[in-house]
């Protein structure tokens, strides 16, 4: 099943109060894109990783050894929203791909083996994402009012990579622009749909870069693998 990732960069990451788009922000001497590229590379199921820049980027961020793998496909410009820099990181990919991951590049220490794991959910059920049952009680609040508290057992928190048969993201994409509808994620998309979207569990590592003091946190993962 020939299979293509998206390295979705294109974000400013403003909450990181940094110059450089955030994915070009280093943490142990490499780019969270570098690492998040070399990370997709390395698993056996995908064909193809496709990183999406910021507009204005030109080109990669400095790194000597991410940007020379035979996987590696030419990046593309992404757009204002997270979701057109879906929309044009596919609109890159070879006509051959069949399955494509969606990938943050802020979600840097995702493994090759629970990425292995959620792409080969999608094979099987046409799409699926990384995601971990959420430990805190959720609200659903308006204001400052709790309007509903679904139940925890059924709560679980996204991740990415979510990974779709192609044809359905590209449908979802499509709907989406139609109903004028912004999704938080890919999945969202393609559940609007009435299509159903497995679960995989995913690895409390996997977090979000978003925030000043989750570089920090990811310098004690990289620590703790030997890697720092
Ligand atoms: O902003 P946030 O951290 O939720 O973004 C998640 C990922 O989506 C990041 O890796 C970011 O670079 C990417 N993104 C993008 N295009 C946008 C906005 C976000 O590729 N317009």
């Known amino acids: 099943m020939t299979t293509a990732a998206l390295v979705l960069a294109a974000g400013r990451g403003e909450r990181l109060g940094r110059k450089e788009p955030k994915a070009f922000v280093g943490l142990c001497g490499r780019s969270l894109l570098a690492r998040s590229v070399s990370a ?8 193809w990783v496709q990183p999406v820049l910021p507009p204005d980027a030109g080109q990669l961020p ?3 050894t991410a940007w020379i793998h035979p996987k590696l496909l030419d990046p593309v410009p992404g757009g204002d929203e997270r979701q057109d820099s879906v929309r044009l990181g596919l609109s890159g990919l070879p006509e051959s791909v069949e399955f494509v991951a969606v990938h943050d590049a802020a979600r840097c220490l995702v493994t090759p083996e629970s990425v292995s794991a959620v792409v080969r959910a999608a094979w099987t059920g046409r799409a699926a994402l990384l995601a971990s049952p959420v430990s805190d009680t959720i609200k659903r609040v308006q204001g400052r009012q709790v309007i509903e508290t679904p ?4 709560c679980w928190a996204a991740q990415t990579p979510q990974v779709f048969a192609v044809d359905l993201l590209r449908d979802a994409l499509e709907l989406a622009w139609n109903d004028v509808f912004l999704g938080t994620d890919d999945a969202e998309l393609v559940e609007r749909m009435g299509v159903p979207v497995e679960v995989v569990l995913g690895e409390s ?3 979000k870069i978003t925030h000043p003091e989750d570089l920090a946190r990811a310098e004690r993962v990289l620590a703790d693998r030997g890697e720092a």
Not at 42 to 47: G, K, L, R
Not at 151 to 154: D, G, Y
């Open 40 to 47: 997709l590379c390395a698993v056996p199921e995908i064909d």
């Open 205 to 207: 590592d996997n977090f």
């Open 62 to 64: 400095a790194d000597e």
């Open 151 to 154: 139940p925890r057992s059924e």
